[in-house]
């Protein structure tokens, strides 16, 4: 009798102990659940030098920024709060902010709104070498777009049993090129579809980004607002205001350096695929699978307006790629940086409001994408 009881109560145990990591799980990893934003919106350094104000820090009165040597573990940034704006030129394209930064009191909600206008969009072209990729006009190509700021050509590609799609893109204004959040809304469990994401913000082209709502490390910044900046091991890709996109060891980012150089977006994934002086990498601190043959999602850096990304199909009649061989890709394809973004399943292309790749176990939902998008208006 004593036995069965035992064994009841081992059972029970058991059962309480499922249920609770069931609810965990639940609570931190499937529902969804809005997260608190550091929420400051980082200003247009070239906006402000055009304007002759000061391009420093540009952090608001009485803001406060701790662990001034490095990157932030819990979020103490005191900056503009409440639901901000962050858009192109015209103030189409953007993305609304959404969640819980800490407001001044002592400003008023029109101080902030006038702070918001101050830094979105671009308004400084970036460099005219590349003229003659856009037109007067928007012109559209079953595989390709231009108009007066974006030119981008899709082409689907083989290399041996591995199929990839190529996004080569030109943007004038770098505000073209956005990140959107599922439902909006910056947090955990928030998930749709890249498909309904570009549909939503009237997306060009669209692939997905680095699902920074799967884990709470790493830096977050999004369409120029900080929404995290977490300690991570991760490398860490930025893209600036002047066009310019840097890839760095999580150790070496600095939230101060991302607000005085300009940051506009921000990843964390990785890990980085090409060395500080664009060369080939062939060795990866990461387990053989992940280091093996699979689908993924990349973007890559030619110079300043002149970007690709890349999205690679595996798992069925494509192969997939190992990370030596998209860091070789990267580097014949003349890229000064590249950086790896989620993949497997989560690794899709969506062009002309069409899913154009062959995802993975049908592709998944993802908390980001990555967008090229108009700012302007164009007949």
Same mark, same amino acid.
């Given at each position: ?111 902030? &709104? ?41 082409? &689907? ?223």
């Amino acid at each position: 009798m004593k036995k069965h009881t035992l064994i009841r109560n081992i059972l029970i145990d058991l059962l309480i102990t499922g249920v609770a990591l069931v609810v965990f799980a639940l609570f931190h990893h499937v529902l969804p659940r809005q997260q608190q934003s550091l929420g400051f919106v980082i200003p247009n350094p070239l906006r402000q030098e055009e304007s002759g104000s000061n391009s420093g820090l540009a952090l608001p009165e009485n803001a406060v920024l701790i662990a001034s040597a490095g990157i932030n573990d819990s979020a103490p940034l005191l900056a503009r709060g409440g639901k901000q704006q962050s858009s192109g030129r015209n103030g189409k394209g953007g993305m609304n902010t959404k969640g819980g930064s800490a407001l001044n009191g002592s400003e008023s909600e029109a101080e902030a &709104e006038a702070a918001e206008d101050e830094t979105a969009g671009s308004a400084v072209t970036l460099s005219e070498k590349f003229a003659g990729k856009y037109t007067e006009s928007v012109v559209v190509t079953e595989n390709s777009y231009s108009s007066p700021d974006i030119s981008i050509t899709v082409t &689907e590609n083989s290399l041996g049993r591995t199929t990839y799609y190529l996004a080569d893109i030109y943007v004038r204004d770098i505000t073209c090129f956005q990140s959107a959040l599922a439902r909006d809304t910056y947090g955990s469990g928030f998930r749709d579809s890249i498909e309904n994401m570009a549909l939503l913000n009237n997306a060009l082209l669209a692939v997905n980004g680095d699902y920074y709502g799967n884990t709470g490390e790493g830096v977050v910044i999004r369409n120029g607002v900080i929404y995290r900046a977490n300690r991570t091991d991760c490398d860490v890709c930025v893209l600036y205001y002047d066009g310019t996109m840097r890839v760095m060891p999580g150790s070496s980012f600095s939230v101060e350096d991302a607000i005085a150089q300009g940051a506009w977006q921000a990843w964390t994934f990785g890990p980085a695929l090409l060395d500080l002086d664009g060369s080939v990498l062939t060795s990866f601190s990461s387990t053989s699978r992940i280091i093996s043959a699979n689908p993924r999602t990349a973007i890559g850096y030619y110079e300043p307006g002149h970007y690709c990304l890349i999205v690679v199909d595996g798992r069925g009649d494509s192969a997939g790629i190992s990370l030596p061989d998209l860091s070789q890709l990267f580097y014949d394809l003349g890229c000064q940086a590249a950086y790896n973004l989620d993949g497997g399943n989560s690794s899709i292309m969506v062009w002309n409001n069409q899913v154009i790749n062959e995802p993975s176990g049908g592709g998944r939902e993802s908390s980001d994408a990555l967008l090229i998008a108009e700012v302007e208006s164009y007949e």
